[in-house]
């Protein structure tokens, strides 16, 4: 253990278990979860990053049309309230 370990952990035990335990979660986050972004191939951070430039560019398309195409393609039903989102239509 590096002398800056033995630092870090002596301050660990100064704070109280709750704190102990939101400190650990945080590391934990840091070290092993990651965000979304860094569990991402760099194939699909390009097409991310593309798809956010294209967006700034202009070059979207209206939500009813994507919407459309999603019902059609999983068997939704359309609907564009957003209380509601896409449905699949009931079981008969």
Do not use: C, N, W
């Not at 019902?71 to 957003?82: I, L, T």
Request: glycine letters at 4%; zero cysteines; aromatic letters at 8%.
């Amino acid at each position: 253990m590096t002398k800056t370990q033995a630092k870090i952990i002596e301050l660990f035990k100064t704070l109280d278990q709750t704190e102990q335990r939101e400190v650990a979660q945080q590391l934990y986050e840091r070290a092993v979860v990651r965000s979304f972004y860094d569990r991402m191939t760099p194939q699909q951070r390009a097409e991310l990053d593309e798809g956010i430039a294209q967006a700034e560019r202009g070059q979207v398309r209206p939500a009813e049309e994507v919407f459309d195409r999603l019902a059609k393609r999983f068997g939704f039903s359309a609907d564009y309230s957003p209380r509601h989102g896409l449905r699949r239509p009931p079981l008969m």
